[in-house]
């Protein structure tokens, strides 16, 4: 299974809003739950929200429920993250992996992607 490509990251102010996108190219993709994460240098990764397989389900890190919402669409295989009122404390590299079920552990987690920057200035 090929890993996940992120896209969609960038420089954005205070308040801003960015949409990251998370895409695969295996068939496996509509069976597995989606998983966002983020990163900082120095840091451990941290669960920011994730998706089940239908996205009926979905979970959220409590500090940013209300600005993001992740969703999927198993068609074209992409599970995008829209964040808004973006705060500099949200600066980090953003990554995707795939998992069995829905969980905030990154290592339930395989098939991470590169990341993506994002960088809210403020």
């Known amino acids: 299974q090929a890993p996940l490509v992120e896209s969609g990251g960038g420089l954005v102010r205070a308040g801003g809003s960015l949409r990251l996108s998370c895409a695969a190219s295996?068939?496996?993709?509509?069976?597995?739950?989606i998983g966002w994460f983020r990163q900082t240098p120095g840091k451990e990764r941290e669960f920011v929200a994730a998706i089940n397989w239908s996205g009926g389900s979905t979970y959220n890190f409590d500090s940013v429920k209300g600005r993001f919402t992740i969703s999927r669409d198993n068609a074209k295989k992409t599970v995008d993250l829209q964040m808004n009122d973006l705060e500099p404390e949200d600066s980090a590299v953003y990554s995707c992996a795939v998992s069995a079920f829905i969980s905030r552990r990154s290592t339930d987690y395989s098939n991470w992607g590169q990341g993506t920057q994002v960088t809210v200035s403020s």
């Open positions: 295996g068939s496996f993709f509509s069976t597995y739950c």
